[in-house]
């Protein structure tokens, strides 16, 4: 592979292309250009494209997934984004549900000199403001397939470890709550209804919140060892 910067068009595909597939399943056409908000006749020829570039590969009747090549450029962008709005947060004193939009912008025009000299002014941090695993400077990333609050079954004890950034009213809504990274959850063993899910936040004695499920599908749990 050649050294020529990429375009911002092309890394926004390999980032959205590596977010469709985290689950390990190849990404559609179609859920391609609903992640990159156009038509998905346009999503065909840039997938040739990279194809041709050996940036992924098309799976028939699957979709299509990064190749190696093109899954270490995904990461590259994303320690970058994810870099920027930790800065952003800590450094600038920016509001967590109005860096996602700046970062998006600014990932493309950063060099890596500056995205690490922010890394080392933060601390080298491991996780972004959302809570989202920032890879490392030799592309290595936490797994991160996890289930969401909406999938919880009553009863649960669970911690929240990340949430969706693209939504600022969605993220202003979980702050409101409480339900922000590192926090304990119980899930309630009655439920409100069903669209939605009863959750005692910060422990026993913590606040009874009920979150529609379009939010509780935006935020990321992993079981809680510490109580129950
Ligand atoms: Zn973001």
Same mark, same amino acid.
């Given at each position: 592979?050649? =050294?020529?910067?990429? +375009?911002?068009? @092309?890394?926004?595909?390999?980032?959205?292309?590596y977010g469709?597939?985290?689950?390990?399943?190849?990404? &559609?056409? +179609? &859920?391609?250009?609903?992640?990159?908000d156009i038509q998905p006749?346009?999503v065909?020829?840039m $997938?040739?494209r990279?194809?041709?570039e050996?940036?992924?590969?098309?799976?028939?009747?699957?979709g299509v997934?990064?190749?190696?090549p093109?899954q270490r450029?995904?990461?590259?962008v994303?320690?970058?984004?994810?870099?920027l709005?930790t800065?952003?947060?800590?450094?600038?004193?920016?509001?967590w549900? #109005?860096?996602?939009g700046?970062?998006?912008?600014?990932e493309?025009a950063? +060099?890596?000199a500056?995205?690490?000299r922010?890394?080392?002014?933060l601390?080298?941090? +491991?996780?972004d403001?959302?809570?989202?695993?920032i890879?490392?400077?030799s592309?290595?990333?936490?797994?991160? #397939?996890?289930?969401?609050?909406?999938?919880?079954?009553?009863?649960a004890?669970?911690?929240?470890?990340a @949430?969706?950034?693209e939504e600022?009213e969605?993220?202003?809504?979980?702050?409101a709550?409480g339900l922000?990274p590192?926090v304990? @959850?119980?899930v309630?063993?009655? =439920?409100?209804?069903?669209d939605? $899910?009863? @959750?005692? $936040?910060?422990?026993a004695l913590?606040?009874?919140?009920?979150? =529609?499920?379009?939010?509780a599908r935006?935020?990321f $749990?992993?079981? #809680?060892?510490t109580?129950?």
């Amino acid at each position: 592979m050649n =050294q020529r910067p990429l +375009s911002r068009s @092309v890394e926004d595909y390999l980032k959205a292309i590596y977010g469709l597939s985290e689950g390990g399943s190849p990404a &559609s056409t +179609s &859920s391609i250009a609903e992640a990159l908000d156009i038509q998905p006749a346009s999503v065909t020829g840039m $997938v040739k494209r990279l194809a041709e570039e050996g940036l992924l590969e098309h799976l028939p009747y699957r979709g299509v997934q990064l190749t190696e090549p093109g899954q270490r450029e995904a990461l590259r962008v994303l320690r970058r984004h994810r870099i920027l709005e930790t800065y952003l947060c800590e450094k600038l004193a920016f509001p967590w549900d #109005d860096v996602h939009g700046e970062a998006e912008s600014l990932e493309h025009a950063a +060099s890596d000199a500056l995205i690490e000299r922010m890394s080392a002014a933060l601390g080298y941090p +491991s996780h972004d403001p959302h809570g989202a695993p920032i890879p490392t400077r030799s592309g290595e990333i936490e797994p991160t #397939d996890m289930k969401t609050l909406a999938d919880a079954v009553p009863g649960a004890y669970l911690r929240i470890r990340a @949430v969706r950034d693209e939504e600022a009213e969605g993220l202003r809504s979980m702050a409101a709550g409480g339900l922000v990274p590192g926090v304990a @959850v119980r899930v309630n063993e009655g =439920q409100p209804t069903e669209d939605a $899910v009863g @959750v005692t $936040v910060g422990g026993a004695l913590g606040e009874v919140v009920t979150v =529609q499920h379009d939010l509780a599908r935006r935020i990321f $749990v992993v079981p #809680d060892e510490t109580q129950s």
